[in-house]
């Protein structure tokens, strides 16, 4: 059955600690991405990688970090310095030569 | 800066009647359109795409109208029905990068 997963649902952090959400997808897609939504908002681009070990910023990158060593795997690090963090995060994956982005079904993180 | 601007932010429709959102785009290079379709707790799903070669496209009781010299399309949804109570997001993307820039979405209610 193939598709892309996150983990976890749904995920606490106290301020100040870092934490990492799993995006996998056994789509044998070449693009992922990360996506941060927030009520009454459209999704916002974090981060993509076109390709294993290269990942380029999104429009709000700054206090995430990323990486891109296996191409089934693309986890999301929301670090300390994210002002904001609490929000809706959208993993997706895309194939080299589509536009045709698929989405995972979210991890939403609170920070208490 | 929001590139995509769309509208309404909510919309109630009776059964059977049609729903109408809009979307304006200021990039003259994008040259995907694609529309999302996200029930609460899930990750959007891909409902109907348009490139911008053509003026409409039709997939079941779903529509894109295309205008490219106004820089709008628009998503039809045709015998609306309680199920497609839903948000709705438009995007847009350009070239080979396949970033695409979302709408801050439509909250559509159906009504029995």
């Known amino acids: 059955d193939g598709g892309i997963t996150q983990s976890p649902k749904y995920l606490f952090r106290k301020e100040g600690q870092n934490v990492t959400l799993s995006c996998e997808q056994n789509?044998?897609?070449?693009?992922m991405y990360w996506y941060r939504q927030d009520p009454g908002q459209g999704l916002r681009l974090i981060y993509y990688s076109q390709i294993v070990n290269d990942f380029q910023k999104g429009d709000i990158a700054e206090g995430y970090s990323v990486s891109r060593e296996k191409k089934e795997s693309f986890p999301l690090t929301v670090t300390s310095a994210q002002k904001n963090p609490t929000a809706f995060y959208l993993c997706a994956s895309s194939i080299a030569s589509n536009n045709e982005q698929f989405f995972g079904p979210g991890t939403r993180l609170t920070v208490l | 800066q929001q590139q995509v601007k769309q509208s309404p932010q909510s919309l109630i429709v009776q059964k059977g009647g049609i729903s109408i959102i809009n979307c304006a785009y200021e990039?003259?290079?994008?040259?995907?359109f694609p529309w999302y379709q996200q029930f609460p707790g899930k990750g959007p799903a891909l409902l109907i795409a348009i490139r911008p070669d053509v003026s409409e496209k039709k997939e079941g009781r779903f529509t894109i109208s295309f205008n490219k010299s106004a820089k709008q399309f628009s998503l039809h949804i045709m015998d609306s029905q309680p199920g497609d109570s839903a948000t709705y997001f438009c995007?847009?993307?350009?070239?080979?990068?396949?970033?695409?820039?979302f709408g801050s979405g439509t909250q559509l209610t159906v009504l029995p």
């Open positions: 990039n003259t290079a994008f040259d995907y």
């Open positions: 995007a847009a993307s350009k070239g080979s990068a396949r970033q695409l820039t």
């Open positions: 789509l044998n897609h070449d693009a």
